[in-house]
């Protein structure tokens, strides 16, 4: 059960995160440096396993934290994706089906707010794609960074995989929702 509690480690784990977004934009569109966004990329990735595990261990999950972290993951997503297509990391239809299903999902949770209800819980197939797309996320940029034939065909084999299973999750919410909805 969360509680509401503010001021928890996980919570400022990913208050730390969110303000990685702004780093990480910096470093790679202003500063051109790869390597150091590279850091930033895989850390945040990282952080967003290691926020929930300790939620979960320490007994500290918190609405907020329920909150803050699918908040942070969607941010770090869309920064990441506007920069990439932006450096032409990533093609624009890539970013475009990624962002397609959030804009989705935002519908569903005005149509949820409106009948009084909150958002969906975060189910494993959603925190799984969202995993797989953090760590592609990096391994496409390392390829910018310093071309490989290994890195570039892991970064797409896994951005690919993060894609798939981003839309299935999607499908999954919508199945939550229209549940809740008819129930």
């Known amino acids: 059960m969360a509680s509401d509690r503010v001021l928890t ?6 208050f730390v995160r969110l303000l ?21 990329l895989a850390l945040g990735g990282t ?17 907020l934290g329920e909150l803050l972290d699918p908040f942070a993951d969607r941010l770090y997503i869309l920064a990441t994706l506007v ?5 032409e990391v990533v093609p624009w239809w890539f ?3 990624l962002v397609a ?5 935002l519908g569903t949770l005005a149509l949820l707010r409106r009948r009084g209800y909150g958002p969906p819980p975060v189910h494993y197939l959603g925190k799984t794609a969202t ?4 760590f592609a996320f990096p391994v496409l940029l390392l390829n910018t960074a310093a071309p490989s034939t290994v890195a570039y065909a892991s970064g797409w084999a896994l951005a690919w995989w993060g894609l798939v299973l981003y839309w299935a999750a999607g499908v999954l919410y919508l199945i939550q929702v229209r549940e809740q909805v008819t129930a």
């Open 9 to 14: 480690i996980p919570n400022a784990i990913s």
């Open 20 to 40: 990685g977004v702004p780093l990480f934009l910096y470093l790679f569109l202003v500063q051109r440096a790869d390597a150091a966004a590279v850091a930033v």
């Open 47 to 63: 952080t967003d396993w290691v926020d929930g595990y300790l939620a979960r261990r320490l007994g500290q999950v918190s609405r």
């Open 83 to 87: 920069a990439f297509t932006v450096r």
């Open 95 to 97: 970013a475009v089906a």
């Open 101 to 105: 299903r959030d804009a989705a999902m």
């Open 131 to 134: 995993f797989i797309l953090l």
